[in-house]
């Protein structure tokens, strides 16, 4: 039987990819340019009993998620730059209560109000150090309506896994442009669930690290009496203060996503045409397509140009980017920012290869010209 | 023989925060009273709290107990109810918590009328922070950020709930501590946001600021202020000056939140 | 890129024009099975004042979603030619409403005109089909899709009672450039 294909709004494709994934909940505060999320669940959810509610802000939006998921439901929520903003505390709070939602973010530009309809990739360090205090983020970004389906079903894949928050953040283009969407099947993309303790009630600890770094987490009402708090708390849930415990606590909230079993799991990368290139153009999302168009252009005049796209933003492709740092002439980094990831390179790249930028910030996306422009003139 | 509270608290927890004096205890005696006259399963309920000397109360409780961010406890709470509305879902915090910083979702969980028993412990002052005024320290009082006595005009909590849409208000004191577990019970029975207010007495932070010479000095105000709605019927304007009404003060049947989004799921034609 | 065909409709907010591309762009990639991006602007334009809408057509992956030079243009409103036609490539098309584009704007592209509009109002009595008369139009004037994928992809777009009213609609925009090109 041929597989369902529609034509899709990325926000839609987002929506389509969560109930694949098994989001049962969503809380919502409406925004543009993500709001088409939102309406489509708010459409979708109650048909398969799931719940949909627009709260009375974004703040309250984020908690509702979080006290959905921890009664076990999949819970995601849809924003843009202010709202992101808003969230911060509670993103942290979900952090350190390591409790699975999913965040997406539609960048447009700003700060503040900034241009709602315009798009943006300026949300992309604040997505990784946006809430206060030492954590860890994951981060994806899909560059087209397909990619963001599947993107939007790792993310739930990752949140319950790793027992935290994730976002995915697009662009404004992504989010409100049209592509066919192909439906896969049930079964064709992995889902993931969290994973359920396998002691009794007495037994259980909520952060007991017996079982990792990644403890399982028991729903409310599901006969688990246990405690939840933002403050620093031991393996039994309830606040501590002792010093070994709480560093004990921060350091295992990293590496249960730094360690490099989690890095390979999560780390998830495009390459086209970077294996003998002496320029890479090192993009993400929308910005990533103007890219590839660039390269195929740059080629045709003998430069050899190849892409790297991380589809994992957060953690940061390190090891990979370095290794391109030191085979590469340059790196040309184009974002619609005026300047963000492009430190993240620069950090790992070491001064391997000359770096430079192509920003833009006027609610236009990055042409494939100017990006052709920055790689003649750093060569 | 003496009540049995042990049952209902979690072994190791105590001794609690609070200071000698502090309501808060009181306030907690009574919700473990109402929790058991309603044969609460504590498997199956709730207790969520944002921050503050009051929010410290679900730690000690034994059921599923969420201490959450500053404010958000009405808004989580919200998340659980509407994510398993088989649960019973107990929200508890103080005045600066729940009308500040929170003062948001506090009046929409009270609007939609969510199936949710919020007990709000109204002790004048950010107690917690060390004394700074809340929306609800009287205007002239001395806080730690009102030297020169407080500007600013009160919330009255339980009509700022009646008038938000709760279905159920009630208010109490510290001192009657035999209302409060009935009037909790009467809240948990109810269908439909209830709000138990509970005027209780700071002595660490507002009492000593405030010419209270001891917590018995702060006990007899909460005791001479009080009057129940019933006898405040039979008084003069005169009278009531300077008094505070105690007991049911609202209650009404409206379509809860839950409910009705049970009629949503089914008019898209889904199972709940 | 030659196989990359970029399809702007313009003109004024409110006249169905993100529609007409939804449309062209799902006869393109749902039926016919090409490669299709479909965006638009956004705001204050879509409330009222000159809007676009614009279709990529490829038999390979698109990557730059949006426009680079256009290949046919479509402009209901002067304001929209004024502002829109500049994008378009030398050698490309333009598609404009008779009655509505006094003033057409210089540049080394083919020119059509035909009445939109006054179709929609006089010939099927409802001006809000002119979109689907431009769309019509617009499959005649560049064979981007057939004419049956452009009219099946309009009646799986439209409720049951709408249906012959916009089919009428496409058919007379269709036949009204092809007129015009022989």
């Not at chain 2, 207790?47 to 009405?74: E, N």
Request: proline share 6%; with cysteine; net charge negative.
């Amino acid at each position: 039987m041929a597989k369902k294909v529609a034509l899709l709004q990325g926000n839609e494709a987002c929506a389509h990819g969560a109930l694949y994934a098994g989001c049962s909940f969503f809380g919502g505060y409406p925004i543009t340019p993500s709001t088409e999320v939102a309406e489509v669940l708010s459409g979708e959810l109650p048909k398969i009993g799931g719940k949909f509610i627009q709260m009375e802000d974004e703040i309250g939006a984020m908690a509702s998620v979080i006290g959905a998921s921890l009664t076990g439901a999949k819970a995601l929520t849809a924003t843009s730059g202010p709202g992101v903003s808003l969230k911060q505390e509670l993103i942290g709070y979900a952090c350190i209560a390591e409790t699975p939602c999913v965040i997406i973010n539609v960048m447009r530009g700003g700060p503040s109000t900034g241009m709602p309809t315009g798009p943006g990739q300026s949300d992309v360090m604040q997505a990784m150090w946006g809430t206060h205090g030492d954590h860890a983020a994951i981060a994806l970004v899909p560059a087209s309506c397909q990619e963001i389906f599947s993107e939007t079903v790792r993310a739930f894949n990752l949140a319950e896994k790793y027992r935290m928050p994730v976002q995915v953040l697009y662009d404004e283009i992504v989010g409100h442009m049209r592509e066919p969407v192909e439906f896969p099947e049930p079964g064709e993309l992995e889902v993931i669930d969290r994973t359920a303790p396998s002691v009794g009630p007495e037994a259980y600890k909520p952060y007991d690290t017996s079982f990792g770094d990644v403890p399982p987490l028991a729903a409310f009402g599901s006969g688990y009496k246990y405690h939840v708090t933002g403050l620093n708390k031991a393996e039994d849930g309830f606040p501590t203060t002792k010093a070994d415990l709480v560093d004990a606590e921060e350091r295992r909230q990293i590496s249960k996503v730094k360690n490099p079993t989690a890095l390979a799991d999560i780390e998830s990368n495009e390459e086209y045409l970077t294996e003998d290139a002496e320029v890479i153009i090192w993009a993400y999302g929308s910005t990533a397509r103007s890219s590839r168009y660039a390269v195929n252009e740059l080629r045709k005049e003998g430069i050899k140009a190849g892409l790297f796209r991380p589809i994992t933003l957060w953690p940061f492709p390190e090891k990979r980017t370095a290794e391109l740092a030191k085979q590469a002439k340059a790196i040309v980094v184009p974002e619609m920012n005026l300047g963000q990831m492009i430190l993240e390179v620069e950090r790992v790249a070491m001064g391997a290869c000359k770096i430079a930028g192509v920003h833009r910030v006027d609610g236009e996306p990055i042409n494939p010209g100017q990006i052709i422009a920055q790689v003649k003139e750093v060569l | 023989m003496a009540y049995d509270y042990d049952k209902s608290i979690r072994p190791g927890k105590l001794p609690h925060i609070w200071c000698p004096g502090c309501g808060h205890g009181i306030v907690m005696k009574g919700l473990i009273r109402a929790m058991d006259t309603c044969e609460l399963d504590r498997d199956n309920t709730a207790i969520v709290s944002g921050i503050g000397c009051a929010s410290r109360l679900p730690g000690y409780l034994d059921a599923c107990t969420l201490h959450t961010a500053h404010g958000r406890a009405a808004a989580f709470a919200t998340g659980v109810k509407m994510a398993k509305p088989e649960m019973n879902v107990i929200v508890c915090g103080g005045d600066g918590d729940g009308t500040a910083i929170g003062g948001n979702h506090f009046i929409h969980a009270c609007r939609r009328n969510i199936d949710m028993t919020y007990v709000i412990m109204n002790n004048y002052i950010y107690g917690m922070t060390g004394g700074q005024f809340s929306p609800c320290t009287p205007t002239g009082d001395k806080a730690s950020t009102t030297p020169y006595g407080n500007p600013d005009p009160i919330f009255d909590i339980s009509k700022l709930a009646i008038g938000a849409g709760a279905t159920f208000v009630a208010r109490t004191t510290a001192f009657h501590a035999t209302q409060i577990d009935k009037l909790i019970t009467e809240g948990i029975k109810h269908k439909g946001l209830a709000v138990i207010e509970v005027l209780d007495d700071c002595p660490t932070t507002y009492g000593r600021r405030n010419k209270f010479r001891s917590v018995v000095d702060m006990m007899k105000r909460l005791k001479d202020i009080s009057v129940p709605v019933a006898a405040a019927s039979k008084m003069t304007a005169e009278q009531l000056e300077g008094k505070t009404l105690t007991g049911i003060l609202h209650q009404e049947d409206k379509p809860e939140y839950t409910a009705m989004y049970k009629e949503v799921i089914k008019r898209a034609g889904g199972a709940a | 890129m030659a196989e990359r065909y970029e399809i702007r409709f313009s003109g004024a907010g409110g006249q169905g024009l993100i529609t007409a591309g939804i449309i062209l762009a799902e006869a393109a990639s749902i039926i016919e099975g090409k490669q299709a991006v479909q965006s638009q602007s956004y705001g204050p334009e879509a409330r009222g004042g000159a809007s676009k809408s614009e279709v990529i057509i490829s038999d390979a992956p698109i990557d730059y979603p949006k426009a680079t030079v256009v290949d046919a243009c479509l402009a209901m409103t002067q304001e929209a030619a004024d502002k829109y036609a500049v994008g378009i490539k030398d050698g490309g098309v333009l598609l404009l409403d008779d009655d509505m584009v006094p003033n057409t704007p210089e540049g080394d592209y083919k020119v059509i005109r035909i009445p939109i509009m006054r179709t929609a109002k006089e010939e099927i009595g409802r001006e809000i089909v002119a979109n689907v008369v431009a769309l019509g139009a617009m499959i005649a004037l560049t064979d981007v899709v057939s004419r049956e994928a452009g009219e099946t992809a309009v009646l799986n777009k439209v409720p049951e009672a709408f249906k012959d009213l916009n089919k009428k609609a496409f058919n007379l925009g269709f036949e009204k450039v092809k007129k015009l090109m022989n």
